[in-house]
């Protein structure tokens, strides 16, 4: 049975997306002063302890990423708003667009200014997980990974319990990129360390790649067997 869904939502999309997601996390841990920059629940986590602490200076340096998610969220939704029904570019490809902007200032960013890099980079983050939510009609994200584990293993379990092939293929695809994340965070590693800040550029190559299949199909839809 075939069904017809936006190309956004394909694996090479997908994949192309999670290899970012975890070349950035490494990125960001290796030469920007050891932070995750794709997942928020750190900060929040940190941020209590601090204020816990009566350290309310110390609260803000991890507040600050937090409202940088949000506003991420914000101009995604902002994009889609306003493109939703632009007739020569689909808001997926603005929002790629704007994260590759973002990524191409963050290399020019000293060690110096590692707390405005990290900032920017959750911003990319943010909208990166908010523009790309679905892959072949199923919630997934590309810059986090235990979503996409609890998904997969359900539908593996599902597959076990019913046989049915749509729930093997589901948990395969949610695997499949954790695999992938896996293998942009092995390469970030080993690209930062030799490259140094500049490294984040190998990201808006990977961005580019995915806007160039969302551009050869346009608006049009793609579809899943």
């Known amino acids: 049975m075939s069904t017809s869904r936006h190309v956004a939502e394909n ?3 997908g994949a192309l997306l999670s290899f970012v997601g975890g070349y950035l996390d490494t990125y960001t841990y290796i030469c920007r002063d050891g932070v995750f920059a794709n997942a928020q629940t750190g900060n929040i986590v940190l941020m209590g302890l601090r204020l816990t602490d009566g350290e309310f200076r110390e609260a803000v340096h991890y507040l600050i990423p937090i409202l940088s998610f949000v506003i991420g969220v914000i101009a995604v939704e902002l994009i889609k708003w306003r493109f939703n029904d632009a007739p020569k570019v689909h808001w997926h490809q603005l929002t790629l667009l704007v994260e590759m902007a973002i990524l191409a200032a963050v290399g020019f960013i000293t ?3 590692n707390d405005l890099a990290n900032i920017l980079v959750s911003l ?7 523009g ?3 892959l072949n009609g199923n919630a ?4 986090m990974c235990t979503g996409n584990l609890r998904s997969g293993s359900e539908s593996l379990f599902n597959f076990f319990k ?3 092939s749509t729930e093997l293929r589901k948990a395969l695809s949610y695997f499949g990129i954790i695999g992938i ?5 092995g390469f970030g590693a ?4 030799v490259i140094g800040l500049k490294a984040v550029f190998l990201c808006i190559v990977g961005q580019a790649c995915a806007l160039a299949v969302l551009k050869v199909n346009g608006n049009d839809n793609c579809s899943d067997e």
Not at 124 to 130: D, F, L, N, R, S
Not at 140 to 143: D, K, L, N, P, V
Not at 190 to 193: A, D, F, Q, S, Y
Request: net charge positive.
């Open 11 to 13: 694996f090479k999309v």
């Open 111 to 113: 060690n110096s200014r």
């Open 124 to 130: 990319t983050c943010a909208m990166q997980v908010e």
């Open 132 to 134: 790309f939510r679905r």
């Open 140 to 143: 997934y994200a590309t810059t």
């Open 162 to 164: 019913s046989k049915d």
């Open 181 to 185: 994340f896996i293998i942009g965070a």
């Open 190 to 193: 080993v690209i930062t360390r």
